[in-house]
């Protein structure tokens, strides 16, 4: 059966993000750590080090391979939360060190990945059938830089 697995090219200290992540998502795990047995463009062998992982049951690889291409928005994790209190601990978490947070419910972590951390409703009430409750919401949303699932709600249940 296929297997696909999401690849991150970090340009150092991968086993740290790595770590910091399978801690902070549940059904996470570092699964195996290797170094690159042969010569390779990034570095002599024993240099580059591939790092296996599930983050809430998905697969990952890291690579910490030198310099290559930053981060993006192109490529990031999204985090479902089911309550507030799960998007403030991984929000503050992320940013934690040298983060950076962004409009919407993005952020940066210290190494430049890109994440959204988002209440799990989010979706629900922006693909609404009612267009004018959907409209509010997003209109809220895109004026938060963390997400706030109370002021969300409150703009989807409004009267008009």
């Not at 024993?46 to 290559?68: D, M, R, Y």
């Not at 981060?71 to 940013?95: P, T, V």
Request: proline share 4%; glycine share 6%.
């Amino acid at each position: 059966m296929t297997k696909v697995v999401s690849n991150l090219w970090f340009e150092k200290d991968a086993l740290r993000a790595v770590e910091l992540y399978v801690s902070l998502v549940p059904n996470s795990a570092i699964v195996r750590t290797t170094v690159m047995p042969a010569d390779s463009p990034s570095g002599p062998a024993g240099s580059v080090k591939v790092i296996e992982f599930t983050l809430g049951n998905q697969n990952f690889t890291a690579l910490e391979a030198g310099p290559l291409d930053p981060f993006n928005h192109s490529f990031s994790i999204m985090i479902q939360c089911d309550s507030q209190e799960e998007i403030d601990r991984l929000w503050n978490a992320l940013l934690e060190n040298g983060g950076q947070a962004e409009q919407c419910g993005w952020l940066r972590d210290r190494w430049g990945l890109c994440w959204q951390i988002v209440p799990r409703a989010l979706g629900d009430m922006v693909a609404h059938t009612d267009r004018e409750r959907a409209r509010r919401v997003t209109e809220a949303m895109l004026g938060m830089i963390k997400l706030d699932i109370a002021e969300l709600e409150r703009a989807f249940h409004a009267r008009t």
